[in-house]
Nanobody
């Protein structure tokens, strides 16, 4: 199983980024995939997740209303649209299914 995250970069406060996570080698069609982030010196935290069975989504309070998770089942890709970015969103973002983790993509938001 491989999860390939991409889309990170540097933006100014208020800007937007779209993260992508391409999934390969995972045979189940019924799973939940999550985005997590870890800022320097802090613990990893959950940001958002989506269930493939019914499309149910979850957002951490800190990103609710600013981030949107979605998926393209044909492309086996999950996206995280991040709008109105704040400096406190600066972190390495990871996608994960069950015990599998992507390599992370760095998001830096400057004030």
């Amino acid at each position: 199983v491989q999860l390939q995250a991409s889309g990170g970069g540097s933006v100014q406060s208020g800007g937007s980024l779209i993260l992508s996570c391409v999934i390969s080698g995972f045979t189940s069609d019924d799973y939940a995939i999550g985005w997590f982030r870890q800022a320097a010196g802090k613990e990893r935290e959950g940001v958002s997740c989506i269930a493939t069975s019914d499309g149910a989504t979850y957002y951490a309070d800190s990103v609710k209303g600013r981030f949107t998770i979605s998926r393209d089942s044909a492309k086996k890709t999950v996206y995280l649209q991040m709008d109105s970015l704040k400096p406190e969103d600066t972190a390495v973002y990871y996608c994960s299914i069950w015990i599998y983790w992507g390599q992370g993509t760095l998001v830096t938001v400057s004030s």
